[in-house]
């Protein structure tokens, strides 16, 4: 039996400075997410003892050398919120990993509280800055020159499956699923061919297929074996090939569907190998195709399209659900993703409402028709980087979701719950109600542990090496009956 | 089940759209306008009388184009205004 679905995303954002010749990545990041304050004294430090990006899924351990920032950076770059997430300088970009959570809607959300609070901070922010300086934040992969960083994705999987079992499907699921979750871009980079308009953000940036780099030579599937739980038990699947989408719609279908497939390899019900022959030249030629009619190369000596790959995927998920009982997302899910698949298949361009891809191209179209632009003018790649602007009034996501034009699937009162608040059904809703209640005694955070510092001078680490434990469900009561952390703890040994 | 039937439904209401009017802005045909059309027509457009099916017709094409044009003149009023020089300007380090 495949485990319950615990997931979450990791998103790393864009930033630059209007008006200012001294810009700065780096302290502009500092400043961003400093500006964010919850913690009043701000000196609560994250815990990288706990953390092992070197260890690769293929069972070894890559040489190299561990980052661990003294104190004063640690606090400077770091900052763990009250509903779970945690807010933070990656190299030169503010990144915001929302809190664990058990289904695609509470993705959506989650991710979503994360674009408020980036964009809470970013207004913060600017009245630091010199008059006329003005700081904005782009929630997309790309500069269009080269250079890429993440949005990533984060499952929980059985450890009793082996990685090779995982790879496999994965290749041509994840070098294809980008018809109906890619972000779209404006022209192509990295040595890509030339081209007006791509599907995907990231396709132009990998060039292996699998590997444990993030930052160089990209793989289609990332071999990062660090579970943040009990590494007996999980691994922690780390995607890095999806797409900064902003479409609720997008966001829903790319975890939604991803963890079905996860589940299904985790219940060995791939019945059908789907294997490429060359998935790395496939992932570009598909983001460079929107007419969707690419013929690729497979292992068996035949060819498919992409949409006859995911259409493959799409059968062997519809018997696997057949056989057993969907939870009322995951139905939801699925419906969506057929119907999804099957307007891809009649036209793409009915999809201009939920697919992130298919909306910008629709609105990039229309304005070049009324202004007799064409694909290499810098208003349309204008228009491409600001519908990724977080900024409510002037982001053109957001103009279109105001205007009726894109269909939403959470609202705005549960995003903005989730801006202060955990999910209840995973231990995040543990370490966020301590953050809330115990901040002063909160001495340090990791994913899989929260420590505290009880002015004795000792420091106790409290593990949760178990993601589905520490929800409101058994630790709530335990809260209310702590008035301090010391309390907190004196309670869990009784 | 109820997604399929939708777009199904949808599609046939972007094809009478489509017969309805000739030089249409790409946005109109967009599937969360068909939805609001058909909300404000109650389910009825077969009901309507055969003669003045197109006039009506037309008259949401003119609505639709009216729409467009209001999104487009909104897009225009936030679009950076030094678009050659912001985009050359963007350059960003390599991330994750």
């Known amino acids: 039996?495949?485990?319950?679905?615990?997931?979450?995303?990791?998103?790393?954002?864009?930033?630059?400075?209007?008006?200012?010749?001294?810009?700065?990545?780096?302290?502009?990041?500092?400043?961003?997410?400093?500006?964010?304050?919850?913690?009043?004294?701000?000196?609560?430090?994250?815990?990288?003892?706990?953390?092992?990006?070197?260890?690769?899924?293929?069972?070894?351990?890559?040489?190299?050398?561990?980052?661990?920032?003294?104190?004063?950076?640690?606090?400077?770059?770091?900052?763990?919120?009250?509903?779970?997430?945690?807010?933070?300088?990656?190299?030169?970009?503010?990144?915001?990993?929302?809190?664990?959570?058990?289904?695609?809607?509470?993705?959506?959300?989650?991710?979503?509280?994360?674009?408020?609070?980036?964009?809470?901070?970013?207004?913060?922010?600017?009245?630091?800055?010199?008059?006329?300086?003005?700081?904005?934040?782009?929630?997309?992969?790309?500069?269009?020159?080269?250079?890429?960083?993440?949005?990533?994705?984060?499952?929980?999987?059985?450890?009793?499956?082996?990685?090779?079992?995982?790879?496999?499907?994965?290749?041509?699921?994840?070098?294809?699923?980008?018809?109906?979750?890619?972000?779209?871009?404006?022209?192509?980079?990295?040595?890509?061919?030339?081209?007006?308009?791509?599907?995907?953000?990231?396709?132009?940036?990998?060039?292996?297929?699998?590997?444990?780099?993030?930052?160089?030579?990209?793989?289609?599937?990332?071999?990062?074996?660090?579970?943040?739980?009990?590494?007996?038990?999980?691994?922690?699947?780390?995607?890095?090939?999806?797409?900064?989408?902003?479409?609720?719609?997008?966001?829903?279908?790319?975890?939604?569907?991803?963890?079905?497939?996860?589940?299904?390899?985790?219940?060995?019900?791939?019945?059908?190998?789907?294997?490429?022959?060359?998935?790395?030249?496939?992932?570009r030629e598909v983001s460079h195709d929107p007419s969707l009619r690419v013929k690729l190369p497979m292992e068996d000596g035949g060819q498919r399209t992409a949409l006859e790959i995911q259409k493959g995927f799409l059968d062997m998920v519809l018997a696997y659900a057949a056989s057993r009982t969907l939870d009322p997302i995951q139905k939801d899910v699925l419906q969506k993703w057929e119907s999804v698949i099957e307007s891809l298949g009649r036209n793409p361009m009915e999809l201009d409402t939920k697919i992130d891809w298919i909306i910008k191209k629709r609105m990039i179209e229309s304005y070049m028709g009324r202004k007799k632009l064409d694909w290499s003018d810098s208003q349309v790649q204008m228009l491409d980087l600001q519908y990724h602007d977080l900024r409510p009034d002037k982001g053109l996501y957001f103009l279109l979701e105001r205007q009726g034009k894109v269909e939403r699937i959470v609202t705005d009162e549960e995003i903005q719950y989730a801006v202060y608040h955990p999910p209840v059904d995973t231990r995040a809703y543990f370490r966020g109600e301590c953050l809330r209640r115990y901040p002063g005694e909160v001495f340090g955070v990791n994913w899989d542990s929260i420590s505290f510092g009880l002015g004795d001078d000792s420091i106790k680490r409290v593990m949760m090496s178990e993601p589905f434990k520490g929800t409101k469900q058994f630790v709530e009561s335990l809260l209310d009956r702590s008035k301090t952390a010391a309390e907190l703890l004196e309670n869990m040994q009784s | 089940?109820?997604?399929?039937?939708?777009?199904?439904?949808?599609?046939?209401?972007?094809?009478?759209?489509?017969?309805?009017?000739?030089?249409?802005?790409?946005?109109?045909?967009?599937?969360?306008?068909?939805?609001?059309?058909?909300?404000k027509g109650g389910g009825g457009d077969e009901g309507s009388g055969k003669g003045d099916g197109t006039q009506k017709l037309a008259e949401k094409g003119e609505e639709l184009k009216e729409e467009m044009d209001n999104l487009l003149d909104e897009i225009d009023a936030v679009l950076e205004e030094n678009a050659e020089e912001f985009v050359k300007n963007y350059v960003q380090r390599g991330g994750q």
């Open chain 1, 1 to 283: 039996m495949a485990i319950a679905t615990i997931m979450g995303t990791e998103i790393e954002f864009g930033i630059t400075v209007k008006n200012d010749p001294d810009f700065d990545p780096i302290s502009s990041c500092v400043l961003i997410v400093n500006a964010y304050r919850e913690d009043p004294e701000g000196r609560i430090l994250w815990d990288y003892d706990q953390e092992n990006p070197l260890a690769d899924a293929r069972g070894f351990q890559v040489e190299g050398e561990k980052y661990t920032p003294n104190q004063q950076e640690n606090i400077a770059r770091n900052k763990t919120l009250i509903n779970g997430a945690r807010y933070y300088v990656d190299h030169a970009h503010p990144e915001y990993s929302g809190p664990e959570v058990t289904n695609a809607r509470d993705v959506v959300i989650h991710e979503k509280a994360g674009e408020r609070i980036v964009e809470m901070s970013r207004r913060e922010a600017n009245t630091l800055l010199p008059a006329g300086a003005e700081m904005l934040v782009y929630k997309n992969n790309s500069d269009r020159k080269g250079n890429s960083y993440g949005c990533h994705e984060n499952y929980l999987m059985d450890r009793r499956t082996s990685f090779k079992q995982v790879v496999e499907p994965l290749l041509p699921f994840f070098a294809t699923r980008q018809i109906w979750c890619g972000a779209g871009k404006v022209g192509s980079e990295n040595r890509s061919h030339p081209c007006d308009y791509q599907i995907s953000q990231r396709a132009d940036f990998f060039e292996t297929e699998v590997a444990l780099d993030t930052m160089v030579k990209r793989p289609i599937v990332n071999t990062r074996d660090e579970p943040h739980a009990d590494r007996e038990k999980y691994r922690r699947l780390h995607v890095i090939v999806g797409d900064s989408n902003m479409s609720e719609y997008t966001i829903y279908l790319r975890n939604g569907v991803t963890a079905l497939i996860l589940s299904m390899i985790e219940d060995g019900a791939i019945t059908k190998p789907l294997s490429l022959r060359d998935p790395v030249r496939a992932i």
């Open chain 2, 1 to 39: 089940m109820k997604t399929n039937h939708q777009s199904e439904r949808g599609n046939e209401s972007r094809a009478r759209i489509d017969l309805g009017a000739d030089p249409m802005p790409l946005y109109m045909a967009s599937s969360a306008e068909q939805q609001k059309q058909k909300q």
